[in-house]
């Protein structure tokens, strides 16, 4: 890698960093596995940057290879749902309630499988379009269509069939 390309790849590092560690974070829910996450696709960026010719596709390489690399791991580790004691009630009476609500929230998204949370915060978080998400997860956007489809059905089951994908923004903000 020239000199001139390691400073363009730094520059990238220092300036998407934060997103693409926000975007890992909601894909896993652990802070410290997104970190792992974000530096192994940045290693596959590292490796890559010399072949990628349109710097404009660089974060959308990156924010690939961060999914289908979270995929992969969820694979392999076959790491299951996470139960949930009770449940808070619905109501909104103040800034503790909404705390609640939103843990509540999260606690649910954590429990789709990795696929299904992929396309959910890559579609709403990251409002990517459909054809956008589909790049990142490296699939067809029919197969983005039926895994938001699916996850947003599971947590309407799992929340209330008034739970809106904007919902799922406002947990995350």
């Known amino acids: 890698m020239s000199r001139r390309d390691a400073e363009a790849f730094a520059d990238f590092v220092a300036a998407r960093s934060s997103a693409l ?100 915060v890559l579609r709403y978080y990251e409002d990517l379009t459909e054809a956008q998400t589909a790049d990142a997860m490296g699939c067809a956007v029919g197969t983005v269509k039926s895994q938001v489809s699916s996850g947003l059905r599971k947590l309407r089951d799992r929340l209330g069939a008034d739970v809106l994908p904007t919902d799922l923004i406002e947990v995350t903000r």
């Open 21 to 120: 560690h926000r975007a890992a974070y909601l894909m896993v829910g652990d802070a410290q596995l997104a970190q792992d996450l974000v530096q192994e696709a940045l290693t596959k960026t590292y490796v890559a940057w010399p072949r990628l010719r349109d710097p404009s596709r660089v974060e959308a390489y990156t924010r690939k290879a961060i999914t289908t690399t979270a995929i992969g791991w969820f694979r392999k580790k076959s790491w299951g749902e996470r139960t949930v004691e009770t449940m808070p009630d619905g109501g909104q009476a103040g800034h503790a309630d909404d705390v609640d609500q939103r843990a509540w929230l999260w606690q649910a998204l954590q429990e789709l499988p990795v696929r299904q949370r992929a396309a959910i």
